[in-house]
């Protein structure tokens, strides 16, 4: 009997690792769009200067929110609203004291439900920063102010839209329990209407909202799906200079849009994954990548890859697709070869893309991550099994390109996920190539298994073993014949 024929494992199809990898991303790609771009975020005005406290004291604060509360004259309430704005923006303990002052934060909603215009406004940047503040700030403003900004956002007052936008961003940012009190309060449609205001700064503001309250919430996802919004964000798609800070919001709202999968088929039917690779081929030759906007398209493009395999073919349909992609491998921001990788390791459930990817510089590419930190090598290993998972045919191609020998040293890791990416990638070498057996031994891949054996993780102990059991020991039968 052959040894390959003896062994038991099964390896998972492309389909199995696909679904089974977008669900281990989630959780992790929300801190990584935590870290990447703030959830929330103080406004300032050009007079403010990171790290100057610009004389700020615990008392000014008090004695600023009793004159405000006193109802002076209207330059004057307008000139310690503004200071008072600008305090909330040096740091979260000033917002503290402004709190500790009883009625402070119905004071400056009084002044925004008023009827001077230019005291809302400066109202609603004092409340822009209390939310971008601590979640019980957040809360606060929430159930106190909230309310009378959902009902400003479909106000004449463009300015004052764009302040309460950038606030319900904030709060959204913050919890669940902001967001679910945002859904109730009706925030959702006149955010999505903004979405077509002609300011830009408004249209920036509402998608900052948007991003921030549709992250890890289908159901608010569905509402905004039914909302339209769909239907208004294929017009800013559009990579130009004075459309960077808008394209970067309407990333991430493709991003979250994208994530479980729902609502993709409507994405396509509209274009949108056309735009996406379409930025994408663009932005690829611009040094060094921007990866504000970047980050979210790839991470898009890789959402909707994670698919039907037609879906990684429409996508394809772009020539310059696949040689963009190896730009961004060559990209000196870690998060996009991150990222990048992502979407190779969906597109390669392709057949036909997995083997342009074999056959062309790519390959090289990715197996030259193998060296890269734990992510990025995590990355790679997933595209290569993913091309591996396509038959003797493609381990073959793997074979002649020298990644196997790239792939055994990895055996020596200490992480168990990496441990089992290499091994599956391993056996599949091993069973489906003539070839893979020398080159296993030649590399010491043998003494690699068998310090395996022992490994704490019974998974990988059990892996290993019945590699050496299947392709590098002797059978008994074979033992007795020779005597």
């Given at each position: 009997?052959?040894?390959?024929?003896?062994?038991?494992?099964?390896?998972?199809?492309?389909?199995?690792?696909?679904?089974?990898?977008?669900?281990?991303?989630?959780?992790?790609?929300?801190?990584?769009?935590?870290?990447?771009?703030?959830?929330?975020?103080?406004?300032?005005?050009?007079?403010?200067?990171?790290?100057?406290?610009?004389?700020?004291?615990?008392?000014?604060?008090?004695?600023?929110?009793?004159?405000?509360?006193?109802?002076?004259?209207?330059?004057?309430?307008?000139?310690?609203?503004?200071?008072?704005?600008?305090?909330?923006?040096?740091?979260?303990?000033?917002?503290?004291?402004?709190?500790?002052?009883?009625?402070?934060?119905?004071?400056?909603?009084?002044?925004?439900?008023?009827?001077?215009s230019e005291l809302q406004?400066?109202?609603?940047?004092?409340?822009?920063?209390?939310?971008?503040?601590?979640?019980?700030?957040?809360?606060?403003?929430?159930?106190?102010?909230?309310?009378?900004?959902?009902?400003?956002?479909?106000?004449?007052?463009?300015?004052?839209?764009?302040?309460?936008?950038?606030?319900?961003?904030?709060?959204?940012?913050?919890?669940?329990?902001?967001?679910?009190?945002?859904?109730?309060?009706?925030?959702?449609?006149?955010?999505v209407k903004l979405l077509?205001?002609?300011?830009?700064?408004?249209?920036?503001?509402?998608?900052?909202?948007?991003?921030?309250?549709?992250?890890?919430?289908?159901?608010?996802?569905?509402?905004?799906?039914?909302?339209?919004?769909?239907?208004?964000?294929?017009?800013?798609?559009?990579?130009?200079?004075?459309?960077?800070?808008?394209?970067?919001?309407?990333?991430?709202?493709?991003?979250?849009?994208?994530?479980?999968?729902?609502?993709?088929?409507?994405?396509?039917?509209?274009?949108?994954?056309?735009?996406?690779?379409?930025?994408?081929?663009?932005?690829?030759?611009?040094?060094?990548?921007?990866?504000?906007?970047?980050?979210?398209?790839?991470?898009?493009?890789?959402?909707?890859?994670?698919?039907?395999?037609?879906?990684?073919?429409?996508?394809?349909?772009?020539?310059?697709?696949?040689?963009?992609?190896?730009?961004?491998?060559?990209?000196?921001?870690?998060?996009?070869?991150?990222?990048?990788?992502?979407?190779?390791?969906?597109?390669?459930?392709?057949?036909?893309?997995?083997?342009?990817?074999?056959?062309?510089?790519?390959?090289?590419?990715?197996?030259?991550?193998?060296?890269?930190?734990?992510?990025?090598?995590?990355?790679?290993?997933?595209?290569?099994?993913?091309?591996?998972?396509?038959?003797?045919?493609?381990?073959?191609?793997?074979?002649?390109?020298?990644?196997?020998?790239?792939?055994?040293?990895?055996?020596?890791?200490?992480?168990?996920?990496?441990?089992?990416?290499?091994?599956?990638?391993?056996?599949?070498?091993?069973?489906?190539?003539?070839?893979?057996?020398?080159?296993?031994?030649?590399?010491?891949?043998?003494?690699?298994?068998?310090?395996?054996?022992?490994?704490?993780?019974?998974?990988?102990?059990?892996?290993?073993?019945?590699?050496?059991?299947?392709?590098?020991?002797?059978?008994?039968?074979?033992?007795?014949?020779?005597?």
């Amino acid at each position: 009997m052959e040894h390959k024929d003896k062994y038991k494992h099964k390896t998972d199809s492309v389909r199995d690792i696909k679904d089974r990898r977008n669900q281990e991303t989630i959780s992790l790609r929300k801190d990584k769009r935590e870290k990447l771009i703030s959830s929330k975020r103080f406004r300032y005005d050009e007079t403010h200067k990171d790290g100057d406290d610009h004389g700020f004291t615990p008392q000014l604060v008090k004695d600023i929110t009793d004159k405000l509360k006193q109802k002076s004259s209207q330059t004057e309430s307008k000139e310690n609203l503004e200071q008072l704005r600008k305090i909330f923006g040096v740091g979260v303990e000033f917002i503290d004291v402004f709190f500790s002052v009883e009625n402070s934060l119905q004071c400056i909603v009084g002044y925004l439900t008023g009827n001077d215009s230019e005291l809302q406004q400066e109202a609603a940047w004092c409340l822009t920063n209390i939310s971008a503040g601590s979640h019980e700030h957040a809360m606060s403003v929430a159930k106190m102010a909230a309310p009378y900004m959902v009902t400003f956002l479909s106000s004449n007052n463009q300015a004052l839209q764009d302040m309460c936008a950038w606030t319900l961003g904030n709060l959204a940012g913050d919890s669940p329990e902001c967001k679910t009190l945002l859904c109730a309060q009706g925030a959702i449609h006149p955010l999505v209407k903004l979405l077509q205001s002609p300011v830009p700064a408004v249209v920036q503001s509402s998608s900052f909202a948007l991003s921030n309250i549709t992250m890890d919430s289908p159901n608010i996802s569905r509402e905004l799906v039914t909302a339209g919004v769909i239907d208004v964000l294929p017009p800013l798609l559009q990579v130009t200079p004075d459309n960077r800070d808008i394209l970067a919001e309407v990333s991430w709202i493709l991003t979250n849009l994208s994530t479980t999968g729902e609502h993709v088929p409507s994405m396509i039917e509209k274009g949108i994954l056309t735009q996406v690779v379409q930025m994408l081929v663009k932005l690829s030759n611009n040094q060094p990548h921007d990866a504000q906007i970047v980050t979210p398209l790839l991470r898009c493009l890789g959402n909707i890859c994670s698919g039907p395999d037609e879906y990684s073919t429409s996508a394809a349909e772009n020539p310059r697709l696949l040689h963009s992609l190896g730009l961004y491998l060559d990209s000196g921001i870690s998060h996009i070869v991150k990222e990048t990788l992502w979407v190779f390791s969906n597109i390669a459930g392709e057949p036909l893309i997995a083997e342009s990817i074999v056959v062309g510089p790519l390959l090289e590419k990715i197996t030259q991550k193998l060296s890269g930190s734990f992510d990025i090598k995590h990355e790679a290993l997933y595209v290569l099994n993913n091309i591996a998972c396509h038959g003797a045919e493609a381990c073959d191609c793997l074979l002649e390109h020298h990644v196997l020998e790239h792939v055994i040293p990895i055996l020596k890791s200490h992480d168990v996920e990496i441990l089992n990416l290499s091994l599956g990638f391993c056996e599949m070498m091993l069973r489906l190539t003539e070839a893979g057996y020398n080159i296993f031994e030649k590399y010491e891949g043998v003494c690699r298994l068998e310090s395996l054996e022992y490994h704490s993780n019974t998974t990988i102990a059990t892996k290993a073993h019945e590699l050496l059991d299947t392709y590098f020991l002797i059978d008994n039968e074979t033992v007795d014949d020779n005597t």
